[in-house]
């Protein structure tokens, strides 16, 4: 007859967890003036960096009865370094121009999820 299973240390469940490695900039605005100006080369840069791998995630905070991007911004980026991850986004028309500022953190992506659907008969997919 079988007992519950044993219970896990920390450790072990650390062991388990993905550990991936990525660098978070924290955009903070700092002269918002030129931000319509300069939207459509952040973007094209955001698109590129993307291709190129580098990009994971990025995106404007939102706040009630203010434009996204007002109140600042997140880019999560997979780089090798904290100064390749500086080096990536000084590109950033955004950040190279004085729109926002950028807090960089290394981080570490260890829990979560997320869903991809594809369906077949019409060729859509859709990520949750």
Known sequence: M???APAQTAEQLLAA???KPFYVAIRHPLDLTRMGELLEAHLRWAIAAEKRGELFASGPFVADGVPPGQVG????????S???AKDILAQDP???EGVFSVEL??????????TVNV??????SRLL
């Open 105 to 114: 953190r290394a981080w570490r992506l260890m829990e979560g999820e997320f």
């Open 2 to 4: 079988s007992g519950p």
């Open 17 to 19: 967890m993905l550990n």
């Open 119 to 124: 369906r077949f008969s019409d060729q859509r």
């Open 82 to 84: 904290l100064t390749e």
């Open 94 to 96: 955004f950040i190279r």
């Open 73 to 80: 911004g997140m880019t999560i980026l997979r780089a090798g």
